[in-house]
Each structure stands twice: as structure tokens, then as C-alpha cells.
């Protein structure tokens, strides 16, 4: 017997390859969609995902069957197939990014579009020119892909660079084999598109590559945001959305490491807030703290942290500042809760609050915090025994009285009364 030629094994290399990669796309379809009805609501672009291998996947199956390049429904199906693909993994990108952006609607129109297309440039100019539409298509999505996927190492994919800037490069990969099929393309005809080519067998060894890599990568992608979504619940309040004690400490250690300027603790606790549950109810109580975490929001500056530590006690780090600055934004924060109407329903028209904060000295690190905590404590309580509504600087340290510097609201003791002018 005579061996078998060696376009033959070629072949049978090639028919291989692309029956792999069939599976490689199927298989991560299925695994995609179980991912998807997992995440429940937010899917993070697994369900496109799904799409797009199930599309590509139809495309190559299509591929195997299909008889020698040229017109054919199975050949127009397969490069219909194979832009809308393209359509669906963007499109589960920007749902990843958390884009909400439309698959079913532009899958249809540009799978009937471009199979139209198909039919009139195969009609005028020939089969040649309807394979070259399809590589030519192909490479600008891949590198419209690319530029998107660099601008966004600066926006919105910062927290990923690493990751975003690989899949970049591999993106790249596939773009220059796209254009050199187009110029084999028009300098040798459908020829060059023969499965037994050597150029054919680079083209399908890396798909095949893509297709084991970047799956299993876009996993590793969702799993991560996953982490990252529930490390920043965990590190924050629920009810405000403020940090909590959790992330504030967490916050402050990243903060210091990256810098040795010192900072300045105010704890502020609403005055009489117990009033507020008993005289208007919980879910009053809860809206009340709300409006007040949006005002330290507005009141701190840009740099500052701010957190719940619980129940109606508040804290805001101010990063940075002297003591005149701490004392400064301690005051703009009472004087602007003082003057802010909490509620606005009708039930609780014109509901106000006033707050107390207590100011510690300087720390530098996290092992100083909690010694910063106590003498911001202390001279919260001291506030709170004043009379409520001001601002207390903590004593210095091995003293045994206040700093001599605090302020004082015009009407001290007032507080948390409602618009019929019910005392605090």
C-alpha cells in the first residue's frame, strides 16, 4: 500500500482541529449558560457569551459540512454566523463593564443583513470578493476591539489592566491572521482557503488556542468581579452604603501604605435620635440616617473617608489635615446637618436633627486608629454632656482637660425636633 499524500494528512490535521474547536466552543456554550442562571440578574455578559460561542461553534460545525469554497446557504449561514459571533462576544464585554446593551435585536438584523450582503457582492464581483468582505469585517471589529479595549485600561477596565491588556494581545493575534488571509485572499483566490494549506493550519491552531484560553479566562474575569463585588459589600453599610468600620480600617491601611501624611478622626453622633424611632417610627429613622450619610458626603472633602459605625454614630477621617482643618469640616458637617430638613413627606414635614462631634489628635497608621477612636470618643461624650450640638477636640495627649479650642451651636441642647417645634 501507498502512504497517503501529504495534503492528505494535512487534511485530516486540519478537519481535526476545526472538529476540536466545535467542541471547545459547544461545551463552553453550555458551561456559559449554567454560569449565567447562577448570577440570577446581573449575568456580567455570560449569557452573550453563551450566544457567541453557540454561534461560532454553528459556524464551524457548518464549515465541516459544507462542500468547497463558494455560494452556498450553508456558506452565506456560516459567515453570517461568524459576524454575529463577533456582535455577541461585544456585546457581553460591555455587559461585563456593566453596560446594558441589546443582543437579540442587532443579532437578527445584522445576521439578515449581512447574508443579504453576501448574496449581492457574491452576484457582482464573485465568490473571492464575498470571502474577502468577511476577512476584511472581521480584522476592523477586531481591531475597533482592540482600540476599545485600550481606552478603557484608562476607564473603565483600570481595576483589570493586567487581564484587559492581555486579552488585547490576543485579540491582536487573530486581526493580523484576518488581514494576511484577505491579501492571500486577493492575491491567490479561493485557493488559499484550501484546508490543507499550511497558512489554513495556523489559522485553526490558533483558534483552537484562543478557544481552550480565553473561556476559561472570561470565568477567571467574572469570578474575580465576583469577589470584588462581595469584598466591597462586606466593607460596607447596608442601610447608607457608607463604609463600615470593615472598610474604613481597610481604606485607611491602603491609604497609609501609599502615603505617611497623618490624619484626623470625627466621630459624629446624632443628638436625641432615639426620639425620632419613638416619635415617627424605624422606617423614619432609617431615611433620617440616609439623608444625613448623603450629607456627610457633601459636607467632607473630596480625599476624606466617611463611614457608619453604627446605629446613628458616624465617623469621617480626614486625611491629611491640621487641626484647624479638622475643625473646620467637623463644623460645616454640624452646621449643614442643623439646617438640612431630614424628611419632606407629609407625615414628617420639616423634620430636622442636630449632631455632636468629637474630634481625636493626629495618627499615622492603623495601630494608632483605635487609640484616635477613644479620644474622639472621649470628647464626643464630653460634647454630649455640654449640651449637644457643637464640636469637641479631644484632649492632648496625658492630659486631663480638653484642647481650649471648641465650638458651640447658637442654641446648644436642641435637638432632633420636628416642625411643630416639639423640644429635643
Same mark, same amino acid.
Given at each position: 500500500?501507498h502512504?497517503?499524500?501529504?495534503d492528505?494528512?494535512?487534511?485530516?490535521?486540519?478537519?481535526l482541529?476545526?472538529?476540536?474547536?466545535?467542541?471547545?466552543?459547544?461545551?463552553?456554550?453550555?458551561?456559559?449558560?449554567?454560569?449565567?442562571?447562577?448570577?440570577?440578574g446581573?449575568?456580567?455578559?455570560?449569557?452573550?457569551?453563551?450566544?457567541?460561542?453557540?454561534?461560532?461553534?454553528?459556524?464551524?460545525?457548518?464549515?465541516?459540512?459544507?462542500a468547497?469554497?463558494?455560494?452556498?446557504?450553508?456558506s452565506?449561514?456560516?459567515?453570517s454566523?461568524t459576524?454575529?459571533?463577533?456582535?455577541?462576544?461585544?456585546?457581553?464585554g460591555?455587559?461585563?463593564?456593566?453596560?446594558?446593551t441589546?443582543?437579540?435585536?442587532?443579532?437578527?438584523?445584522?445576521?439578515?443583513?449581512?447574508?443579504?450582503?453576501?448574496?449581492?457582492?457574491?452576484?457582482?464581483?464573485?465568490?473571492?470578493?464575498?470571502?474577502?468582505?468577511?476577512?476584511?469585517t472581521?480584522?476592523?471589529?477586531?481591531?475597533?476591539?482592540?482600540?476599545?479595549?485600550?481606552?478603557?485600561?484608562r476607564?473603565?477596565?483600570?481595576?483589570?489592566?493586567?487581564e484587559?491588556?492581555?486579552?488585547?494581545?490576543?485579540?491582536?493575534?487573530?486581526?493580523?491572521?484576518?488581514?494576511?488571509?484577505?491579501?492571500?485572499?486577493? /492575491?491567490?483566490?479561493?485557493?488559499?482557503l484550501?484546508?490543507?494549506?499550511?497558512?489554513?493550519?495556523?489559522?485553526?491552531?490558533y483558534?483552537?488556542?484562543?478557544?481552550?484560553?480565553?473561556?476559561?479566562?472570561?470565568?477567571?474575569?467574572?469570578l474575580?468581579r465576583?469577589? %470584588?463585588?462581595?469584598?466591597?459589600?462586606?466593607?460596607?453599610?447596608?442601610?447608607t452604603?457608607?463604609l463600615n468600620?470593615?472598610?474604613?480600617?481597610?481604606?485607611?491601611?491602603?491609604?497609609?501604605?501609599?502615603?505617611?501624611?497623618?490624619?484626623?478622626?470625627?466621630?459624629?453622633?446624632?443628638?436625641h435620635?432615639?426620639?425620632i424611632?419613638?416619635?415617627?417610627?424605624?422606617q423614619?429613622?432609617?431615611?433620617?440616617?440616609c439623608?444625613?450619610?448623603?450629607?456627610?458626603?457633601?459636607a467632607?472633602?473630596?480625599?476624606?473617608?466617611v463611614?457608619?459605625m453604627g446605629?446613628?454614630?458616624?465617623?469621617?477621617?480626614?486625611?491629611?489635615?491640621?487641626?484647624?482643618t /479638622?475643625?473646620?469640616?467637623?463644623?460645616r458637617?454640624?452646621?449643614v446637618?442643623?439646617?438640612?430638613?431630614?424628611?419632606?413627606?407629609?407625615?414628617?414635614?420639616?423634620?430636622?436633627?442636630?449632631?455632636?462631634?468629637?474630634i481625636?489628635?493626629?495618627?499615622? %497608621?492603623?495601630?494608632s486608629?483605635?487609640?484616635?477612636?477613644?479620644?474622639?470618643?472621649?470628647?464626643?461624650?464630653?460634647?454630649?454632656?455640654?449640651?449637644?450640638?457643637?464640636?469637641?477636640?479631644a484632649a492632648?495627649?496625658?492630659?486631663?482637660?480638653?484642647?481650649?479650642?471648641?465650638?458651640?451651636?447658637?442654641t446648644?441642647?436642641?435637638?432632633?425636633?420636628?416642625?411643630?417645634?416639639?423640644p429635643?
Amino acid at each position: 500500500m501507498h502512504p497517503p499524500p501529504p495534503d492528505f494528512d494535512r487534511l485530516m490535521i486540519a478537519t481535526l482541529l476545526v472538529g476540536m474547536l466545535c467542541v471547545y466552543l459547544l461545551s463552553f456554550t453550555v458551561m456559559f449558560l449554567l454560569i449565567s442562571r447562577r448570577l440570577g440578574g446581573e449575568k456580567m455578559g455570560t449569557d452573550a457569551f453563551a450566544v457567541g460561542n453557540l454561534t461560532l461553534g454553528t459556524a464551524y460545525v457548518l464549515q465541516l459540512l459544507e462542500a468547497p469554497a463558494g455560494l452556498s446557504w450553508m456558506s452565506v449561514v456560516n459567515h453570517s454566523l461568524t459576524l454575529c459571533s463577533l456582535l455577541a462576544y461585544s456585546v457581553g464585554g460591555a455587559r461585563f463593564f456593566g453596560r446594558s446593551t441589546p443582543l437579540l435585536g442587532p443579532l437578527v438584523k445584522v445576521g439578515l443583513g449581512y447574508a443579504a450582503l453576501q448574496v449581492g457582492v457574491d452576484w457582482a464581483w464573485g465568490p473571492v470578493a464575498r470571502y474577502a468582505l468577511l476577512s476584511a469585517t472581521c480584522a476592523l471589529c477586531f481591531a475597533g476591539m482592540v482600540l476599545v479595549l485600550l481606552a478603557g485600561l484608562r476607564t473603565f477596565a483600570r481595576d483589570l489592566r493586567g487581564e484587559v491588556a492581555l486579552f488585547a494581545l490576543l485579540i491582536v493575534g487573530i486581526c493580523v491572521l484576518n488581514v494576511v488571509k484577505l491579501s492571500k485572499l486577493l /492575491a491567490g483566490g479561493l485557493p488559499a482557503l484550501s484546508m490543507d494549506g499550511q497558512f489554513q493550519m495556523v489559522f485553526y491552531v490558533y483558534m483552537c488556542s484562543l478557544a481552550t484560553i480565553i473561556p476559561p479566562f472570561i470565568v477567571w474575569l467574572v469570578l474575580r468581579r465576583l469577589m %470584588d463585588t462581595l469584598r466591597g459589600t462586606a466593607a460596607r453599610d447596608p442601610l447608607t452604603q457608607l463604609l463600615n468600620r470593615r472598610g474604613l480600617t481597610e481604606a485607611l491601611d491602603a491609604r497609609f501604605q501609599r502615603s505617611s501624611s497623618d490624619a484626623r478622626l470625627l466621630l459624629i453622633d446624632v443628638d436625641h435620635f432615639k426620639r425620632i424611632n419613638d416619635r415617627h417610627g424605624h422606617q423614619a429613622g432609617d431615611a433620617v440616617l440616609c439623608a444625613i450619610a448623603d450629607v456627610l458626603r457633601g459636607a467632607v472633602r473630596p480625599d476624606d473617608l466617611v463611614c457608619r459605625m453604627g446605629g446613628e454614630e458616624f465617623a469621617a477621617v480626614c486625611l491629611g489635615a491640621g487641626e484647624d482643618t /479638622a475643625l473646620q469640616v467637623a463644623e460645616r458637617v454640624r452646621k449643614v446637618i442643623e439646617s438640612t430638613v431630614m424628611l419632606r413627606v407629609p407625615a414628617h414635614e420639616g423634620l430636622r436633627c442636630t449632631v455632636t462631634v468629637g474630634i481625636s489628635g493626629r495618627f499615622a %497608621d492603623e495601630a494608632s486608629l483605635a487609640r484616635a477612636m477613644q479620644a474622639a470618643d472621649a470628647a464626643l461624650y464630653r460634647g454630649k454632656n455640654a449640651g449637644r450640638n457643637r464640636v469637641e477636640l479631644a484632649a492632648p495627649p496625658g492630659g486631663d482637660s480638653p484642647m481650649d479650642r471648641q465650638t458651640d451651636a447658637a442654641t446648644p441642647g436642641l435637638a432632633c425636633a420636628a416642625a411643630a417645634g416639639r423640644p429635643g
